[in-house]
């Protein structure tokens, strides 16, 4: 397998997945926005915010590919199935416990449950499964992710040919 | 129904975090704390169900009288108990976390000996998820734990009698000799944190300091100090942390009817209220309050914009099915629900709100990115779209709509703001458009909202009964303050709506059986319209009336019953504060040079 195609991949992949997501977004299904949420990590400016967050957002989809390759290497197989699966269970461990638990708590202007007066707030939490941000936000998320999944196995799997 | 056992509204305070917020009766029981946020079921509701709501009780276990005062500029309550046999003081408060290992939720109660020895007696009753669901008490590292579902709290006491475990309750009994304590940790999806005494009295000490620094920083200084920063507190108690929301009440279902049906969940931020709350964080210098909300505000309405929902969960949520529980309601004013189907009410004057409160944001300095300013430019168009349809109103009637003039009031104020906001080039979009419908709805409100006969704006188009809500038109700048159909309309609501110093809402019908208290905000809106039209000293004699009918603490609901002066409605109430702080503010501009 090929290391540079998992990169080519993550790469695809995450445009695909931020593809989908601000499609929903138009669409009104969901008001999840992850390079925002990545970028007013380091900024209060909206505008900035988001320049900065795509960058961030496309870094962790190439890391992201890279450990789908360690795991396609690990189980000496690849292809849009298997991605499309490490794709669901990466939309499970994202909505339950990456963005919906971790982000908020290193998150300088995000909210979570241990926000008491002494903070203001500036982004509210996901919730469980990101739910707060639109109730069929896990189902985008599941469907960006299967795809994300699908296109770096399919990238992994013809790149080693 | 024993009345007797309902503490009355009015004497309560609150104490919070900004996650929830619990009421203190001057009895010592604490009947309203919901777990673990303010939205979540309640655990102590005897405010609602005295039977079997459950209840936080501390009070001297002999005949007492009773004050309380919140410790100067601060959220901590001090309830001080006289007895034959001595005196003691309770401090109560829910303490903020600091750096050390904190509980989820922790509401502390400490008990001081003022004078003599005084027996004491605490119970903890909790019923979880409004009392439907099953409570189990167990101990646990000899410290005593009711739990049901993923809430568990646990009851940590100090030197205030052995606690014992009933089938549904936790109970003590002391002497009040030196110095006591008993703190509620909470605990959700988490394992529970047991507090130390240290740690408890630090949190509380640091607590205190926390509001007071916050309290201190208001930068408003004129001759309602007292009532405004009271007001401030209340409606920072009410901000949600977690997200920035501003709750409208504390409270689901307290009555605005005794015995009837008006009772309603406020535990929702409104949109309605939208400007009044970044104006008054504004004015009194809480920037950072505005931006959250402002933020929160523009993330909430993501989903819906253009269109706008009458109001959102705390969580940003539009859900918020109504449903009624089984509980008898205070003083038997049943149903007790939860939940609002006012969410799918059309409302047309939350759109003139919206776009008020990113005027006053962007008159601030405070920075609008693109994307906000092409929702808010969609706005305007879609103002232009939908004026003319009838709506439900700023009071959301359950009756059949109409064409209300507050509402066409605010979609002219909304059409002028962004008209403002395009002339300061904050946002762009058809300012020609915008003019031609603004001076279209100012030609309904002058030809089918005003009355001859009653010289005044009336409460819809072509009616001519009278309603409070368009004394807003003057404070919002639907016209001049002083023009001889504003000042007519003031005086004219003010005769046909006013009760004493107080104001009902409106007259005419409204869908819903019964009747209801005059309306507080309206009352202060009054002030502040007789303050804009130059009548400063009508303006500040009836403010004067109005900050003497708060609660012993400095509180208010949503209304006040005109003839013994009753608290009605839920509380502490986001709204009454606002207009309060809108009144105090004007008055102190219209006596500036």
């Given amino acids: 397998m090929n290391l540079w195609s998992a990169v080519v991949g993550g790469l695809a992949g995450t445009l695909v997945l931020t593809t989908v997501l601000r499609a929903a977004t138009e669409l009104r299904l969901t008001r999840l926005d992850l390079p925002f949420l990545l970028g007013t990590a380091l900024t209060a400016s909206r505008q900035r915010a988001k320049a900065i967050g795509y960058v961030a957002h496309f870094s962790f989809g190439i890391l992201f590919a890279l450990g789908y390759f360690v795991l396609f290497v690990t189980l000496q197989a690849s292809g849009a199935a298997l991605g499309a699966a490490l794709g669901v269970a990466q939309a499970a461990f994202a909505g339950t416990a990456l963005v919906n638990v971790l982000l908020p708590i290193v998150h300088p202007r995000m909210g979570s449950g241990f926000s008491s007066s002494k903070e203001h707030t500036l982004l509210e939490e996901p919730g469980f499964m990101m739910r707060n941000y639109g109730r069929a936000t896990p189902l985008v998320g599941l469907v960006a992710h299967v795809l994300y999944g699908a296109i770096v196995g399919t990238f992994v799997q013809y790149g080693s040919r | 129904m024993d009345i007797d056992r309902y503490t009355p509204i009015r004497d309560h ?19 309203w704390l919901c777990l673990p946020d303010l939205d979540s079921p309640s655990v102590f509701g005897s405010l609602l169900d005295a039977g079997s709501g459950g209840a936080f009780t501390l009070a001297p276990d002999l005949p007492f009288e009773s004050t309380h005062r919140y410790v100067e500029g601060t959220n901590v309550l001090v309830t001080e108990y006289t007895t034959p046999m001595g005196a003691v003081r309770v401090t109560d408060g829910m303490t903020l976390p600091g750096d050390d290992l904190a509980p989820f939720r922790e509401l502390a109660r400490t008990v001081e000996r003022i004078a003599g020895e005084v027996p004491m007696r605490w119970s903890v009753t909790p019923r979880f998820g409004y009392g439907r669901d099953r409570t189990t008490i167990a101990v646990r590292h000899g410290i005593p734990v009711a739990s049901a579902g993923k809430v568990a709290l646990a009851v940590n006491t100090w030197d205030a009698g052995s606690p014992r475990l009933g089938p549904s309750s936790i109970e003590g009994r002391f002497v009040a000799r030196g110095d006591a304590g008993i703190a509620i940790s909470v605990a959700a999806q988490e394992p529970l944190v047991f507090p130390s005494r240290d740690d408890v009295e630090r949190r509380m000490k640091d607590t205190a300091e ?3 620094t916050w309290a201190h920083t208001c930068v408003y200084d004129g001759a309602w100090r007292d009532a405004v920063e009271r007001s401030a507190l209340a409606l920072k108690l009410l901000v949600f942390a977690p997200s920035g929301a501003v709750a409208a009440a504390a409270t689901t279902s307290l009555p605005e009817d005794l015995g009837g049906e008006r009772n309603w969940d406020y535990r929702f931020c409104w949109l309605r209220d939208s400007a009044f709350t970044v104006s008054s964080f504004l004015r009194l210098g809480y920037v950072a309050e505005a931006d959250a909300f402002f933020w929160w505000l523009m993330h909430a309405s993501q989903l819906t914009h253009p269109r706008l929902r009458v109001l959102y969960g705390l969580d940003g949520g539009v859900a918020a099915t109504e449903t009624e529980l089984p509980l008898a309601g205070y003083r038997g004013s049943a149903p007790v629900r939860v939940g609002n189907a006012a ?12 776009m008020q409160a990113a005027w006053v944001y962007t008159e601030a300095g405070r920075p609008i990115d693109g994307e906000v300013a092409r929702r808010l430019a969609r706005t305007a168009d879609l103002v232009c779209d939908i004026w003319r349809e009838p709506d439900s109103g700023i009071w959301e009637v359950r009756s059949e709509p109409r064409h209300f003039t507050h509402s066409k009031m605010m979609c002219w104020v909304a059409l002028d703001r962004a008209i403002g906001l395009a002339g300061r080039g904050h946002i762009h979009g058809s300012v020609d458009r915008w003019s031609a419908q603004r001076q279209a709805i100012g030609s309904f409100i002058e030809s089918r909202c005003w009355s001859e006969s ?13 309603d409070a809500s368009v004394l807003l038109g003057a404070l919002l700048g639907y016209g001049d303050p002083h023009d001889p159909r504003m000042t007519c309309t003031i005086d004219a609501i003010r005769s046909d709506l006013g009760r004493g110093p107080f104001l009902d809402r409106y007259r005419g019908t409204d869908g819903m059986r019964g009747s209801e208290g005059a309306f507080l905000a309206c009352s202060f809106w009054l002030v502040e319209a007789l303050a804009r039209s130059g009548r400063r000293s009508e303006a500040s004699s009836l403010m004067g009336e109005l900050v003497s009918r708060a609660n012993d603490v400095g509180l208010y609901s949503e209304e006040i019953d005109a003839s013994d002066g009753e608290f009605l409605g839920n509380f502490p109430q986001a709204l009454s504060h606002l207009a309060l702080i809108g009144a105090a503010v004007a008055l102190e501009q219209m006596s500036s040079p």
């Fill in chain 2, 343 to 354: 969410v799918g009410q059309v409302q047309l004057d939350i759109y003139g709100s919206l």
């Fill in chain 2, 210 to 212: 926390f509001w007071r």
């Fill in chain 2, 454 to 466: 009653r010289r005044s704006y009336v409460r819809s188009a072509g009616s001519s009964e009278l």
């Fill in chain 2, 13 to 31: 305070a609150a104490i919070g975090d900004g996650r929830t917020i619990a009421l203190v009766g001057l009895d010592g029981s604490i009947d």
